[in-house]
């Protein structure tokens, strides 16, 4: 099946820097992927969809200049959590499409974040 | 908009009981339906999935229908072990490409030996 890889895989910081997380589609191209957010025992919640060659789209309630995502190929998006603070502790998830057919996104592994 | 109801949380079963996990949905059109699972400290991979009324989808011994007259994609298992515990996620996509999924909130199962 298709691979979505991310890195890196978790990342402690201090308050205040700039973290990138890189979400990679491996054996499929992608024009679009998407954002998610799992708080500890909550499921996961839309941020922002992110399409090669134009903006991201962000779900409301989501700062776009705190979580800046950029698509800069058909495999590859990153979001960068910008001045990161601890309440924006998170996993962040990404997610591809697969747009033959059936609709199914392929998770990446995840990226575990603690601001310190 | 689209929404994903599932049953609360946390579910506790011994080894080789039948698990339940219902799920009902509300959306516009024809959705994909679709039941993920997250291990402790993973990211969620694809268990089973359904794209039409009446398909069912079935991996490891877990099996859900496309039931579009209750609007419902339960999961089941005839005989759950201790290495199914984790966290069961419904979902669903609209069929109109591009979409991202819509997701429950998750229903944590604990399988006792």
């Known amino acids: 099946g298709a691979v979505v890889s991310q890195h890196p895989s978790w990342v402690i910081c201090k308050s205040g820097t700039s973290v990138k997380i890189e979400c990679r589609s491996l054996?499929?191209?992608?024009?679009?992927m998407f954002w998610y957010r799992q708080f500890p025992k909550q499921s996961l919640m839309l941020m922002a969809t992110?399409?090669?060659?134009?903006?991201?789209?962000?779900e409301q309630g989501v700062e776009k200049d705190k979580f800046l995502i950029n698509h800069a190929s058909l495999t590859l998006s990153t979001l960068t959590v910008t001045s990161a603070h601890p309440e924006d502790s998170s996993f962040y998830i990404c997610s591809a499409p697969r747009t033959s057919g059936d609709n199914e996104q392929f998770f990446g592994p995840g990226t575990r974040l603690t601001v310190l | 908009g689209d929404s994903v109801t599932q049953m609360e949380g946390p579910v506790t079963l011994s080894e080789e009981a039948f698990l339940t996990i219902n799920c009902t949905y509300t959306a516009t059109g024809y959705p994909s339906l679709f039941w993920y699972v997250q291990y402790p400290g993973e990211g969620l991979q694809l268990l089973l999935k359904?794209?039409?009324?009446?398909d069912k989808g079935s991996n490891k011994g877990f099996e859900a229908t496309y039931r579009k007259e209750t609007t419902s994609f339960h999961l089941e298992k005839g005989s759950v072990q201790v290495s199914d515990s984790a966290v069961y996620f419904c979902a669903l996509t609209s069929n109109s490409g591009n979409t991202p999924l819509v997701f429950g909130k998750g229903t944590r199962l604990s399988v006792i030996a």
């Open positions: 992110s399409n090669e060659g134009s903006k991201a789209t962000y």
């Open positions: 359904a794209t039409k009324a009446d």
């Open positions: 054996d499929f191209q992608a024009t679009t």
